[in-house]
């Protein structure tokens, strides 16, 4: 069983994904065009809101997936996934923390990942993995400042319309950057 998630992060309330959320998570899929576009080769559209919903590697169930909205004045301005004890017993995936681009840059998502690494911590967990499209420089320089740190390189993946190279990063839950 798996401890109660934190509730807050700075202003941002915080929820577990559920339907009441889908059309909300559709507007907030549409203000970070920017991401898709740079991961993916597209706007947003229906897969990615079911892959939110859905996505899980094989091997897992629903019940190691923990899906989470960030809200800030009732809307949808971020979102979380976490699969827990994947790829290995232990280590969690972090699938996508994507923040709305007004809240881009004031340091929320480095809180997030903070209070969600100590949540867990808390549950078994001792490390995060994750995965970073080498067309998102961006993005790798945010985790890398972080504290994660490559550990594998995968060639050539399928994502969205092109293929790119992934950059395999983690990060012990009880290191801080």
Known sequence: MTTAPPE???ELEIETLDAKHADALVEHFERCTDYFETVLGHPPGPAERQSTFIALPEGKTYDDKFTFVF???SKVVGDLDLIRDYPESGEWWLGVLLLDPSIRSMGLGSDIL???SNWVAENGG???RLAVASKNP???RFWQHRGFVEIERKEN???????DDLIIMRRPTDEEP
């Open 8 to 10: 807050r992060v700075a």
């Open 71 to 73: 809200i800030f004045e």
């Open 114 to 116: 903070e209070a969600f």
């Open 126 to 128: 001792r490390a995060i």
């Open 138 to 140: 961006e993005g790798l």
């Open 157 to 163: 993946v399928p994502l969205g319309v092109w293929r």
